[in-house]
Structure formats: C-alpha cells, structure tokens
C-alpha cells in the first residue's frame, strides 16, 4: 500500500527537499502551496492565509483514498520589521500563514489523521528560544505555533499519532529574500543547507512508531 505524506509550502527550501525525498521514497506526495512543486503527484494551489482556501485544500486532500502517513506543516512567511513600524496588516498576514493555517488544515483533518495514526511535525524556528531585534511579529507567531503544537501533543498522546515540534535554524533558503527583496544568506556565513535539514526530519519520521521525538532543536554552527 502507498501512503500519502502531506507537506505545505513545497514548492521550494525545505518544503522542496522534503517532497523529493519523499517522492524517492515512493510515497505520494501532495503539496499545498500558492505555488507548484514540480516532483508532488498532487497539487492544491491555494493561499494558506485564506480560511476557506485552507478548508478547500483539506476536502482536496480528504477525497483521496490512500492512507495519509504524514502532516508537515512547513509553509511559512518570515517579517522583519522594528517595534515602532509593526502594522496591524503585518500581524494578521503573519499569524494567518504561520499560525492560522496549521490549526486550520489540522482540525479540518483530524479525524482521518486519528484514523490514519497520521504523525504530524511542525516546522516552526529557533526564533522561539532567543529573541532578535525586528523580529518581534515573526517570533510572536512562531511561539504560538509551538503553543499549538505542545497543545496538539496533549490532544494525540492516546493515539498512534506522533507529534513533533521541530526548530530548525537559519537555512539558506529563499525565506528571507521574499520579505527583504535581497537574499542575506549569500553573505558567505554558515547557515544551513536544507537538503541536510530534510534528511533529518524523515529520518526521525522514519523511527519506530513507538519511539516519539517530541521536540528538536537544530542550531547552525561555524565550522
């Protein structure tokens, strides 16, 4: 039997490297993104900072019949802004995509992720353990997701669902060039290759279903 694994934002950085290591793996991959991701077998092109596009791409996703193995919930929008320039628009458009979507897409699935034993990892940021000037909107919607995905935890504990909070790092992605219109991490520092950081996540997806890694923090380091 084939399973399906769910990623949002698979069209590129780690969603990206996710979906082709997966796809290798003979899974079917379904991306759910406002863009394509050219190795997904399904994809429901929709704006996750949209309630009813989120409901639609869940009913997309409930219409298949295969087992869905895995939820990760990878799209993100990243803001850099000083205190005295955060916008009531910045806030919204921040928690919308980060936070609103993960809630969203999860309860319109719970119930099939119950009966499925569907593992869950949340890909949320180091910015929850340190804070960073201009980063306040951007880590206040990354604590909430980890609150969410702590909540979710408590939710699954009696279930064979597994659910993993995942920190990872700076890595040299496109995240930061959306919002900036430049890219900082070609300023020849160390930060993290994603594909390196995809490998990880599946090889902790990959461990036993009794063995639950509920929490990862990956840090990049100078070498």
Not at 122 to 134: E, F, Q, Y
Request: net charge negative; charged share 25%.
């Amino acid at each position: 039997m084939i399973f399906m694994i769910i990623i949002t934002g698979a069209s590129d950085g780690l969603g990206y490297q996710l979906a082709k290591l997966y796809k290798d793996a003979g899974k079917i991959v379904l991306n759910v993104s406002r863009r394509e991701c050219p190795v997904a077998d399904y994809n429901f092109l929709h704006d996750l900072a949209v309630g009813k596009d989120v409901e639609a791409a869940a009913q997309e996703i409930l219409a298949l019949d295969e087992p869905l193995e895995i939820l990760i919930n990878n799209a993100g929008v990243y803001s850099e802004q000083p205190i005295r320039s955060i916008t009531k628009d910045e806030v919204k458009r921040l928690m919308a995509t980060n936070v609103e979507s993960n809630i969203l897409l999860t309860s319109f699935l719970i119930d099939r992720i119950k009966q499925d034993g569907t593992d869950i990892l949340s890909v949320i940021s180091t910015a929850v353990r340190k804070g960073n000037p201009s980063h306040a909107v951007y880590a206040a919607s990354k604590w909430a997701q980890r609150g969410y995905t702590e909540a979710l935890q408590a939710e699954l504990k009696d279930t064979s669902s597994r659910v993993i909070a995942f920190y990872p790092g700076g890595m040299k992605t496109k995240l930061f060039e959306k919002e900036l219109n430049y890219d900082p991490t070609d300023d020849g520092l160390y930060w993290m290759d994603p594909r390196d950081i995809a490998i990880f996540a599946k090889q902790i997806l990959d461990l036993p279903k009794n063995i639950e890694v509920s929490d990862v923090v990956i840090n990049r380091k100078k070498t």
